[in-house]
C-alpha cells in the first residue's frame, strides 16, 4: 500500500527556516506531481505549492513565493519543502499530497505541525 509520511514540523522562531520531508512507498514515485498544502486553524487548506515529476517545474502560492522551496529526488522517493523566513503566520499544519493524471490529489500524509513564533 502507497504511503506518503511527513516530517521535519516543529517550532521555530520568526524569521527561521524548517526543511519539510516527504517520503513515499512504492516504486511509482516519479510518476506523479506532488503538492504540499498547509491548514491553519480556522482557515481552509491552502496550496502552497507543486512540483513536477522531473522536478523541473514548480509552482508557489503568492504567500510563500521567494521564501519557500520544493524539491524531489525521485530516487529516494522524497519531496522536500525548504522553508526560510518563516513568518507567524505560516503556522499551520502541513500536508503532501499525490496528484493523479486526473488533476486530483488522491493520497495524502498524515500532516506536520510547524510553529512559527514571534
Known amino acids: 500500500q502507497v504511503q506518503l509520511v511527513e516530517s521535519g514540523g516543529g517550532l521555530v522562531q520568526a524569521g527561521g527556516s524548517l526543511r519539510l520531508s516527504c517520503a513515499a512507498s512504492?516504486?511509482?514515485?516519479?510518476?506523479?506531481?506532488m503538492g504540499w498544502f498547509r491548514q491553519a486553524p480556522g482557515k481552509e487548506r491552502e496550496n502552497v505549492g507543486v512540483i513536477s515529476r522531473s522536478g523541473g517545474s514548480t509552482y508557489y502560492a503568492d504567500s510563500v513565493k521567494g521564501r519557500f522551496t520544493i524539491s524531489r529526488d525521485n530516487v529516494k522517493n522524497t519531496v522536500y519543502l525548504q522553508m526560510n523566513s518563516l513568518k507567524p503566520e505560516d503556522t499551520a499544519v502541513y500536508y503532501c499530497?499525490?496528484?493523479?493524471?486526473?488533476?486530483?490529489?488522491?493520497?495524502w500524509g498524515q500532516g506536520t505541525q510547524v510553529t512559527v513564533s514571534s
Open positions: 512504492g516504486r511509482t514515485f516519479s510518476s506523479y506531481r
Open positions: 499530497a499525490r496528484e493523479d493524471q486526473t488533476g486530483i490529489y488522491d493520497l
